[in-house]
């Protein structure tokens, strides 16, 4: 059985740090490349950023580039994201996902129907 659980969500000042984690079991990890979604009430799920297989591609949203980093360790079967100079605007529940697929930079990495695996999803606030 294939289980995606992320934790790692919580409240923050903005300015502050937080890392999300993405558990998975049921499958090979190193096949699958992860992504990060988060979603707001009434609001489309929305593109976080995405990393390769093997962890060496990675893509970010322009919201969050340069503030958040995406990473995995296959051996641990682990992916995460790093956020940093968090602001208001970040508060959603962030989901992890999974493909088997090779990513690319382009609008199929990017879209939610691309992921075959999604987790329930850890919620990030931040206050002002």
């Known amino acids: 059985q294939v289980q995606v659980v992320e934790s790692g969500g919580g409240l923050v000042q903005a300015g502050g740090s937080l890392k999300l984690s993405c558990a998975a079991a049921?499958?090979?990890?190193?096949?699958?490349?992860m992504a990060w979604f988060r979603q707001t009430p009434g609001k489309d799920r929305e593109f976080v950023a995405a990393?390769?297989?093997?962890?060496?591609?990675?893509y970010y949203a322009d919201s969050v580039k340069g503030r958040f980093t995406i990473s995995r360790d296959n051996a641990k079967n682990t992916g995460y994201l790093q956020m940093n100079s968090l602001k208001p605007g970040d508060t959603a529940n962030y989901y992890c996902?999974?493909?088997?697929?090779?990513?690319?930079?382009?609008?199929?990495?990017?879209?939610?129907?691309?992921?075959?695996?999604w987790g329930q999803g850890t919620q990030v606030t931040v206050s002002s």
């Open positions: 996902a999974l493909t088997p697929r090779a990513i690319q930079l382009g609008s199929f990495t990017r879209s939610a129907r691309t992921y075959d695996y």
């Open positions: 990393i390769s297989r093997g962890g060496t591609m990675t």
């Open positions: 049921g499958l090979t990890f190193s096949n699958y490349a």
